[in-house]
């Protein structure tokens, strides 16, 4: 390559790749970015990521405003509202980030992707997300937010990957989230302080991957399992679910199970042999019983299974 080439190359990824100077993006667009620039406060010079539209209703406005791992503190400034075609709003990575969410980002109509995660933003999950019909994505994880998760989030009719981990939540999981009005999402609400019993109502549902560990949540979790959901992932490890396993049918495309440090009883019943298990613990509960041989559950190593009250087999010490 020669150097023009080089050169020119270079240049253009400049032009798509920072900086608030796009020349084709709609100009009070920019008259924004630039007021929240100037909102967060920064000895360091440092630009946003912004990605502008090109046709159609778009026209040249901005779409897509990402901030992340910049030098910044403050709060999420109140004119984030003012970017009426923005999908995408991504805060990540800002360790003097703090205050709550931003209550204007609720005038974000468009808004598909959310993601505030690995700040020091508290205060509660916003009720008013659930005005935001095109969210598919709501990342939330890794912050400091407190309080009860909204029921009215199960209104969101495109939610697909819901991640509220790594937080100091509160409450119950909502009876609500049993009726998703749209498709089921992946849920992710690991590492809070959740409490009380999963609501029956989302027994009904099939969802792909569930991860509730680490929280305070007690009761049956069998609700969540059945031989026909087509499930890949469970961890409700580090909780306090007390149910009999002997009864509880497992979903014939579960790779992932965590169920370890609970209260869990039984013993592991032989149709869980059918599963395609890649990884699997249930350490640190009160299962006795044989380990049924076959399928995987030979394939783990004792540690996936000490702590219980009397299980035996395979890879434990074999029964009498
Ligand atoms: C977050 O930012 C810090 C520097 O501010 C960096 O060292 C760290 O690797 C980043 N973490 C992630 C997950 O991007
Ligand atoms: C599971 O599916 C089979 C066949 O499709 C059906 O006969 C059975 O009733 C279903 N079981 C449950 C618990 O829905
Ligand atoms: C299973 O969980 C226990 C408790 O957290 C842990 O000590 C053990 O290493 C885990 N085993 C595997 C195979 O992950």
């Not at 204007?104 to 509660?124: E, H, M, N, S, Y």
């Not at 849920?187 to 009904?204: A, D, F, M, R, V």
């Not at 032989?270 to 298990?277: F, G, I, N, R, S």
Request: aromatic share 8%; glycine share 8%; net charge positive.
């Amino acid at each position: 390559m020669d150097k023009t080439m080089t050169l020119l190359l270079f240049l253009f990824t400049l032009l798509f790749t920072t900086s608030i100077s796009k020349d084709h993006c709609n100009k009070d667009d920019k008259k924004t970015v630039l007021k929240i620039k100037k909102s967060l406060n920064s000895h360091v010079p440092w630009d946003p990521l912004i990605e502008c539209g090109g046709a159609g209703d778009i026209k040249d406005h901005i779409i897509s405003l990402i901030i992340y791992g910049s030098p910044i503190s403050g709060q999420i400034p109140p004119e984030v509202g003012d970017l009426p075609y923005l999908e995408t709003l991504i805060f990540g990575n800002l360790s003097k980030l703090t205050g709550p969410i931003q209550p204007t980002i609720a005038k974000l109509k468009k808004l598909r992707t959310l993601r505030l995660t690995l700040t020091k933003l508290t205060g509660p999950v916003p009720d008013f997300l659930s005005q935001l019909k095109n969210l598919v994505e709501i990342d939330l994880s890794h912050n400091d937010l407190s309080g009860s998760i909204p029921s009215s989030l199960s209104m969101l009719p495109n939610i697909f990957n819901f991640i509220l981990s790594y937080n100091k939540l509160t409450g119950s999981i909502p009876e609500s989230f049993g009726s998703f009005s749209g498709t089921v999402p992946d849920l992710y609400l690991s590492h809070n302080q959740l409490s009380g019993s999963i609501p029956k109502s989302l027994g009904k549902l099939d969802f792909n991957r569930i991860d509730f560990s680490w929280n305070k949540l007690e009761g049956d979790a069998s609700i969540l399992f059945g031989a026909n959901k087509t499930t890949g992932y469970i961890d409700l490890s580090r909780n306090m679910f007390q149910f009999d396993l002997s009864k509880v049918k497992i979903p014939k495309t579960l790779g992932i199970l965590e169920l370890n440090h609970n209260g869990i009883t039984g013993n592991i019943p032989v149709q869980w042999t059918e599963a395609p298990l890649q990884f699997f613990n249930v350490s640190y509960n009160r299962l006795c019983g044989c380990i049924p041989s076959g399928g995987k559950l030979q394939t783990f190593d004792t540690s996936s299974y000490f702590h219980n009250k009397c299980l035996c087999g395979a890879p434990l010490k074999s029964c009498k």
